[in-house]
């Protein structure tokens, strides 16, 4: 993983949703905040990830976990969505985009794919967080669990940078320059 950033920190995907379209000047949205930020670092920095903590000991109402839930859903699917329009002429369909969450004593692994023009927020994984020095059992299965999101991760930023790889050759062709002179009614 190359950059995280914990703490509430704006959503760049969310903000650039809610503002397309519209005129910054006059009204500009911010995006979702997030608890855990998860970027790629390179000249091109798109987010990989995010992460929500709902709540501690004691646990959070029912109600908030949804919301957390719920609200990592609309954050991966902004992620998501702004990969596509960065990797324009390139189909990037079958991006994965991962997030977690920490309600309690449960860490919550989720994916976000999309699949025959819908979306798909799946719960890939749950294993309980140790409570004690003594949990040593609930440790190792933690840190398991959190090396294999970080496999899919990196699984994510290889994607992403072959895509973007892809894009820069499909801009390189000239295809791009000729479609949208083609376009213009001018």
């Known amino acids: 993983m190359d950059y995280v950033y914990s703490g509430e920190k704006s959503l760049r995907a969310t903000a650039m949703r809610r503002n397309k379209g519209g005129d910054p000047t006059k009204r500009a949205r911010r995006g979702y905040k997030v608890d855990v930020l998860i970027e790629l670092d390179s000249l091109w920095k798109p987010t990989i990830g995010c992460g929500e903590v709902s709540g501690g000991l004691p ?12 609200k990592l859903a609309l954050e991966l699917r902004d992620v998501w969505a702004l990969a596509q329009d960065e990797l324009e002429g390139v189909d990037a369909t079958k991006l ?7 309600v309690e004593r449960k860490l ?4 976000l794919v999309a699949a025959g023009g819908l979306f798909h927020f799946l719960l890939i994984s749950q294993t309980s967080i140790p409570s004690s020095v003594d949990d040593l059992w609930s ?8 090396m294999a999101f970080q496999e899919k991760l990196e699984t994510t930023m290889k994607v992403l940078c072959d895509l973007n790889r892809q894009k820069v050759m499909f801009l390189r062709s000239g295809y791009k320059r000729k479609f949208v002179q083609e376009k213009q009614p001018y």
């Open 96 to 102: 994965v985009v991962w997030g977690f969450i920490v």
């Open 139 to 146: 440790a190792q299965v933690a840190y398991l669990t959190m």
């Open 59 to 70: 646990r959070c109402s029912i109600s908030k976990e949804w919301a957390d839930t719920l």
């Open 108 to 111: 919550r692994i989720y994916a």
